[in-house]
Nanobody, 127 residues
Framework: EVQLQASGGGLVQAGGSLRLSCTASGFTFDGYAIGWFRQAPGKEREGVSC????????FYADSVQGRFTISMDAAKNTVYLQMNSLKPEDTAVYYC????????????????????WGQGTLVTVSS
């Protein structure tokens, strides 16, 4: 059974940093991409960043480019999202999810293509 556990959320002041973790069980990352998505109250779910296992290609939404960094530790079956220079508009529930991705190149950031989802972790950025 595929399970994803997202963790690392919390309350931080604007300009601060958090590192989110997405730990997988029941499968290995080979042949998959892992994406981070977020959903703020009253807004649609947004693709934040994703990473492919074949060559480590990454995608970042324009809103987080230069501030967030995604990385994959295959040995730990964990994907990280380092979030720096956080802004109040980054406040949301952050989810990680899996996408079957056996190719090189940047994975899709479209949430409807992702298959298995973690439970979400809340990030709150105060001004």
């Amino acid at each position: 059974e595929v399970q994803l556990q997202a963790s690392g959320g919390g309350l931080v002041q604007a300009g601060g940093s958090l590192r989110l973790s997405c730990t997988a069980s029941g499968f290995t990352f080979d042949g998959y991409a892992i994406g981070w998505f977020r959903q703020a109250p009253g807004k649609e779910r947004e693709g934040v960043s994703c990473i492919g296992s074949k060559d480590g290609s990454t995608f970042y939404a324009d809103s987080v480019q230069g501030r967030f960094t995604i990385s994959m530790d295959a040995a730990k079956n964990t994907v990280y999202l380092q979030m720096n220079s956080l802004k109040p508009e980054d406040t949301a529930v952050y989810y990680c999810a899996t996408l079957s991705w056996k190719w090189v190149g940047v994975p899709s950031p479209l949430s409807y293509e992702y298959e298995d989802w973690g439970q979400g972790t809340l990030v709150t950025v105060s001004s």
